[in-house]
């Protein structure tokens, strides 16, 4: 799943996880879990962030193997936040290659979701969550009954400092910039579905579970 922050990459994930009864796969988990329990490679990453670097490709590929290994991805999973970089696309081609889900070959579906960018700046900046249940909502979309206050908890609705527009500009500039050769290189293989985010989220799931159910699909269009 490719999309900027705010693309709805997050709510079609879990979306496609509850039809298929696969994992939704973060990096951003996966690397706060092995943190967390101090494994081998989270020992490695806390000591590189302490030291205020990024994480290296090669433990990042570490930790998703370690994850794909799992039995809950037996039969494929929805990787989200993986690959950042052509490196660990190459990385996961070849890692694909060398193993089999439930006696088949899956070769990833790579799904990019299109969201121009004044849409995008209304989406994040109003987005707000509640600090005790965790349920999303947008004051501009999705408003609470109560204005700044969770439906479920009663709570107090908080604001994501990087969802703030001074941040946000930041943030896409740096997905942009990032994103754009992991984009062309599975273009170039034929690999890639970009599907406009602008539309229902219904319909856009539609779409990603039709490419997903036939995997033999002629890949590069613009869908």
């Known amino acids: 799943m490719l999309g900027a ?21 973060s990096t951003g988990d996966i690397l706060r879990d092995n ?14 962030m302490e030291r205020g670097e990024l994480v290296s490709d090669q433990l990042v590929c570490g930790m998703v193997a370690d994850r794909l290994a799992h039995k809950d991805c037996e039969r494929g999973c929805i990787l989200d936040g993986f690959p950042r970089t052509v490196r660990q696309a ?11 889900f439930a006696g088949r070959k899956l070769p990833p579906v ?64 740096e997905y ?10 599975y273009r170039e293989q034929g690999r890639l579905h970009e599907l406009d985010g602008e539309l229902p989220a219904d319909q856009v799931t539609a779409k990603i579970l039709t490419l997903i159910e036939r995997p033999a699909a002629q890949a590069g269009s613009n869908d």
């Open 5 to 25: 922050p705010g693309a709805g990459k997050g709510t079609q994930a879990k979306l496609i996880s509850g039809r298929f009864g696969i994992p939704q796969i």
């Open 35 to 48: 943190v967390a329990r101090s494994t081998e490679l989270g020992k490695q990453a806390r000591a590189v």
């Open 90 to 100: 190459k990385w996961l081609d070849q890692y694909l290659d060398a193993r089999t």
């Open 110 to 173: 790579v799904i990019m979701i299109q969201v121009g960018y004044n849409q995008l700046l209304q989406r994040l900046t109003g987005r707000r969550s509640c600090p005790t249940c965790g349920r999303i909502y947008n004051v501009n979309s999705q408003p609470p009954r109560v204005a700044e206050v969770c439906d479920v908890e009663g709570a107090s609705l908080i604001q994501r400092k990087d969802d703030k527009e001074e941040v946000i500009f930041e943030r896409l500039k």
């Open 176 to 185: 942009e910039r990032q994103t754009l050769p992991l984009v062309e290189y």
